[in-house]
């Protein structure tokens, strides 16, 4: 996926390229799942989660604020 970013449209949310980067990247969220001990040694496991689709990005919330929510779409644009 690409994202271009539309400068003006990040200023005037007051927002930076490094929120939307933090936003996608919360996305791919991995999660703890448990442990497995095998011969003395504790492994942990985890459930890692991709971003499906560049409809997932568009709709990532960049920022919610007294009823106000900016999403990735409104500041720029996903390709796929």
Do not use: F, N
């Amino acid at each position: 996926l690409e994202i271009q970013l539309d400068e003006a449209a990040l200023a005037a949310h007051g927002l930076t390229p490094g929120r939307v980067q933090q936003a996608v990247r919360e996305l791919e969220g991995v999660r703890e799942a448990g442990a497995v001990t095998a011969d003395g040694v504790r492994r942990s496991l985890a459930i890692r989660q991709r971003t499906g689709s560049a409809d997932d990005v568009r709709d990532a919330v960049l920022l919610a604020d007294r009823g106000r929510v900016v999403r990735v779409r409104d500041v720029g644009t996903v390709h796929d």
